[in-house]
T-cell receptor, first 115, second 105 residues
């Protein structure tokens, strides 16, 4: 069964450093998403992406964040200058369609720890 | 502000029917999604829709601003966090805080 994969599973970085979290969506999916979950808190939407453009983003997704699909398979989330409060689990998801009936398939997540 | 509300915990006993309720204040809401999440694993979609639906032991009720997930014949292995999410036509999903289900043998 096809699945979304994410690398690395755990990333440790120093405050102020840039990190890139990588995701490989399911191959025939066209829409891509990032979510985060701070420890002990709920899953929060960050951004949706389609046709090489951001479709929608939340207020969390500020100028420190960017997303990119550098090639035909990877979908990346970059945090330019990490802060302590960026420590969280980051989930990537993908779906075939965007509007309404979009079953999103989630990856296993990358745990980001900012020291 | 778009918000989704669900109880933080629900307790049950094996074999019972469990109901987890969810309501929301999301503008332009289109669909409900119910996810199962075991910590350390990917959230897994259980059931979804803009009408009542069923997938195996999982039933979903639907009203415009609320939904319930019903788990039939609940087992100890069902103990996990269940997320209600509401999606708009623009593809933005708003998640609830999650409901931790505990199941007594």
């Amino acid at each position: 069964e096809p699945e979304v994969t994410q690398t690395p599973s755990h990333q440790v970085t120093q405050m102020g450093q840039e990190v890139i979290l990588r995701c490989v969506p399911i191959s025939n999916h066209l829409y891509f998403y990032w979510y985060r979950q701070i420890l002990g808190q709920k899953v929060e939407f960050l951004v949706s992406f389609y046709n090489n453009e951001i479709s929608e983003k939340s207020e969390i997704f500020d100028d420190q964040f960017s997303v990119e699909r550098p090639d035909g398979s990877n979908f990346t989330l970059k945090i330019r200058s990490t802060k302590l409060e960026d420590s969280a689990m980051y989930f990537c998801a993908s779906s075939v369609r965007l509007a309404g009936d979009n079953e999103q398939f989630f990856g296993p997540g990358t745990r980001l720890t900012v020291l | 502000k778009d918000q989704v509300f669900q109880p933080s915990t629900v307790a049950s006993s094996e074999g019972a029917v469990v109901e987890i309720f969810c309501n929301h204040s999301v503008s332009n809401a289109y669909n409900f999604f119910w996810y199962l999440h075991f910590p350390g694993c990917a959230p897994r979609l259980l059931v979804k829709g803009s009408k009542p639906s069923q997938q195996g032991r999982y039933n979903m009720t639907y009203e415009r601003f609320s939904s319930s997930l019903l788990i039939l014949q609940v087992r100890e292995a069902d103990a996990a966090v269940y997320y209600c999410a509401v999606c708009t036509n623009a593809g933005k999903s708003t998640f609830g805080d999650g409901t931790t289900l505990t199941v007594k043998p």
